[in-house]
């Protein structure tokens, strides 16, 4: 059997040809569910404490991969569980989201995003699954744990100015938000950690670019980590997709572990 040569022009401009088609293969069908666990230590304490970070589930009906990622989540064994909020896409699909996050094993504080308030959905069952966890649904308010030495203050980012939260001098200030962009109204007052979700960091990142759009309320905390003025933010790009827009590329869907 004779073999054609392939000639150096046919090789290359295969190649152009199939670049985009794997890239299109994998921004669909590879990293929409292909989870990143991230690790961070934040701050020098002798005896950190260890939060996982996840967000934006929207959750529209895949129990097999919202139910992975409770399993990654009790797999990393955390001190306390944090989430800052879009539960899910429609509020149909509340029943099913809170049974599968009832399987978590930590303390989980949570609050709510833009999705939560447009779905229309009640907050009632959503405080009993978190309290029930040992954790709560902090909708602009804040929680004292490990004898005062943590202090989770959650905000519903539905305030127009600045916001004045109760900060405690002993303890870790751990503020969980939705919106990035206001890390920029907490007038000066210092956090040893703040946690972000809603940018989905872009779900398309272009290499050498950034992300091709945003939605609002990010500004420059597309993602990841960012020194502010309050103190260090953390960025998490999210599990879930915004509506239909199921793609990721260069922006794998992540759970963050943070030492603090």
């Known amino acids: 059997m004779r073999f054609r040569r392939i000639t150096r022009r046919k090789f290359i401009l295969g190649a152009l040809l199939a670049t985009p088609c794997a890239v299109l293969g994998d921004a669909r069908l590879v990293e929409p569910t292909w989870i990143i666990i991230r690790r961070l230590r934040i701050g020098n304490a002798p005896h950190p404490y260890r939060l996982v970070h996840f967000t934006d589930l929207h959750h529209k009906g895949d129990r097999d991969y919202l139910q992975s990622v409770v399993g990654k989540i009790n797999f990393l064994a955390p001190d306390f569980v944090c989430f800052t909020g879009d539960l899910l896409e429609d509020r149909k699909f509340l029943p099913e989201t809170l ?138 790009p999210g599990i879930g997709h915004l509506l239909h827009y199921k793609f990721r590329f260069n922006c794998r869907p992540e759970i963050t572990v943070i030492e603090v």
């Open 99 to 236: 049974a599968i996050l009832s399987g978590i094993n930590a303390p989980m504080f949570g609050v709510p995003g833009n999705r939560d308030y447009l779905s229309g959905i009640s907050f009632e069952p959503v405080k009993k699954c978190f309290a029930a966890t040992g954790g709560a649904w902090l909708a602009d308010e804040q929680r004292e744990l490990a004898g005062g030495r943590i202090n989770f203050i959650g905000i519903t980012c539905l305030h127009g100015g600045e916001e004045r939260l109760p900060l405690k001098p002993q303890a870790r200030n751990i503020l969980l938000m939705h919106y990035p962009a206001w890390a920029k109204k907490l007038g000066g007052q210092k956090f040893d950690l703040m946690l972000a979700g809603h940018s989905h960091g872009g779900q398309v990142r272009i290499p050498f670019y950034g992300p091709l759009i945003l939605p609002g309320f990010v500004d420059e905390y597309d993602l990841g980590l960012f020194q502010t003025k309050s103190g260090p933010l953390y960025v998490n």
